[in-house]
């Protein structure tokens, strides 16, 4: 099946990739946007621009790199993993494409195109207080004043978003690490990758020796078994689907992460690949020919009125390392009350 990606997606993901042509007639218009980002951060970390303590620490969760790197799944992992370290957390987000000004709950409830699809299934999947607003100390607030007993405050991204004071950073890549390693728009990166954070998570689907950074961590995602979104109580495992017509599609930031797990469960499937957070408004699997189709849970999150019984939700955990949730803990706990 053909990609549905937008041509300048597909043509950017692939010259970030190396040093091209295309990347080195950027790289003035790349030293410009650093030179912006690195003064602005410089006005933070020298105090002329304040950061916001909201009073109870914030753990960011963010990439340096364009595009999804596997944040969500590892924002879920970490409620989880403070909850059980004692915390009572809470999280908030931008929320992409979510239609809010000011501080909005989000509920399982509430409207994938309202408030995002990735803060939808972090509430869904954690049942914490999750907030959305393009200002985060604005729902930190909002949020703490809703919640009280609220301990700690996860960010779903925010790595840039300095006037949020956090104590600690946990920056997530996927296998393309950084790409050409150029900044934006000569290569995917947001921030160079020498910036300073307190950890570091690689998710990847392939076997590879982790870089040589302090307090690095491999991401492992596990997928369980599919549930039907007509009826989710009927699930089934994934080897099940192996010898069947299956199509699977993602509307996520790396598609093929996706398929390279179902296949890996014996799955053979055609791939349909979609832009990062697409909306799913209209039934783009009426002319499929399969028997099952395969969606990831943000995907699932963002169907409307329209309904095709053939479609399986796989879900995805996230394994932290023990290690990894001992550093968050450990700082945490060492912080100075504001």
């Given at each position: 099946?053909s990609?549905?990606?937008?041509?300048?997606?597909?043509?950017?993901?692939?010259?970030?990739?190396?040093?091209s042509?295309?990347?080195?007639?950027?790289?003035?218009f790349?030293?410009?946007?650093?030179?912006?980002?690195?003064?602005?951060?410089?006005?933070?970390?020298?105090?002329?621009m304040?950061r916001?303590?909201v009073?109870?620490?914030?753990?960011?969760?963010?990439?340096?790199?364009?595009?999804?790197?596997?944040?969500?799944?590892?924002?879920?992992?970490?409620?989880e993993?403070?909850?059980?370290?004692?915390?009572?957390?809470?999280?908030?987000?931008?929320?992409?494409?979510a239609?809010?000004?000011?501080?909005?709950?989000?509920?399982?409830?509430?409207?994938?195109?309202?408030v995002g699809?990735?803060?939808?299934?972090?509430?869904?999947?954690?049942?914490?207080?999750?907030?959305?607003?393009?200002?985060?100390?604005?729902?930190?607030?909002?949020?703490?004043?809703?919640?009280?007993?609220v301990?700690?405050?996860?960010?779903?991204?925010?790595?840039?978003?300095?006037?949020?004071?956090?104590?600690?950073?946990?920056?997530?890549?996927?296998?393309?690490?950084?790409?050409?390693n150029?900044?934006?728009?000569?290569?995917?990166?947001?921030?160079?990758?020498?910036?300073?954070?307190?950890?570091?998570?690689i998710?990847?689907?392939?076997?590879?020796?982790?870089?040589?950074?302090?307090?690095?961590?491999?991401?492992?995602?596990?997928?369980?078994?599919?549930?039907?979104?007509?009826?989710p109580?009927?699930?089934r495992?994934?080897?099940?689907?192996?010898?069947?017509?299956?199509?699977?599609?993602?509307?996520?930031?790396?598609?093929?992460?996706?398929?390279?797990?179902?296949r890996?469960?014996?799955?053979?499937?055609?791939?349909?690949a979609?832009?990062?957070?697409?909306?799913?408004?209209?039934?783009?699997?009426?002319?499929?020919?399969?028997?099952?189709?395969?969606?990831?849970?943000k995907?699932?999150?963002?169907?409307?009125?329209?309904?095709?019984?053939r479609?399986?939700?796989?879900?995805?955990?996230?394994?932290?390392?023990?290690?990894?949730?001992?550093?968050?803990?450990?700082?945490?706990?060492?912080?100075?009350?504001?």
């Amino acid at each position: 099946m053909s990609e549905f990606k937008p041509p300048i997606e597909n043509f950017l993901a692939r010259e970030w990739r190396k040093r091209s042509y295309v990347a080195w007639a950027l790289t003035p218009f790349a030293c410009l946007f650093g030179a912006v980002a690195a003064t602005r951060r410089a006005l933070f970390e020298l105090g002329w621009m304040k950061r916001v303590d909201v009073g109870v620490p914030v753990v960011i969760v963010g990439n340096v790199t364009v595009g999804g790197t596997g944040k969500t799944p590892t924002v879920i992992a970490l409620v989880e993993a403070l909850r059980g370290a004692g915390f009572q957390p809470g999280v908030v987000s931008r929320g992409y494409g979510a239609k809010v000004a000011q501080p909005t709950s989000v509920t399982a409830a509430s409207s994938a195109d309202k408030v995002g699809d990735e803060p939808l299934l972090i509430a869904r999947r954690t049942h914490a207080p999750v907030f959305v607003c393009p200002d985060r100390v604005a729902a930190a607030q909002a949020l703490l004043k809703a919640n009280p007993s609220v301990d700690v405050i996860v960010s779903d991204d925010g790595l840039q978003h300095y006037r949020l004071a956090r104590a600690f950073e946990l920056v997530v890549f996927d296998d393309r690490l950084g790409g050409n390693n150029f900044l934006l728009p000569a290569g995917p990166l947001r921030e160079p990758m020498s910036r300073r954070r307190d950890a570091t998570l690689i998710n990847s689907p392939y076997e590879r020796t982790l870089p040589p950074w302090p307090n690095t961590f491999s991401l492992d995602l596990q997928p369980g078994d599919a549930w039907l979104l007509d009826n989710p109580a009927v699930r089934r495992p994934l080897a099940q689907f192996a010898g069947d017509r299956v199509a699977a599609a993602a509307g996520i930031g790396s598609p093929e992460r996706f398929f390279a797990t179902l296949r890996a469960a014996g799955i053979t499937p055609a791939t349909r690949a979609f832009p990062d957070h697409y909306s799913y408004r209209d039934n783009p699997f009426a002319g499929i020919d399969a028997d099952s189709i395969l969606i990831t849970e943000k995907d699932a999150v963002k169907f409307g009125a329209w309904r095709d019984a053939r479609i399986w939700v796989v879900p995805v955990e996230a394994v932290l390392k023990p290690r990894l949730i001992a550093l968050v803990v450990e700082k945490l706990r060492g912080r100075t009350p504001a």
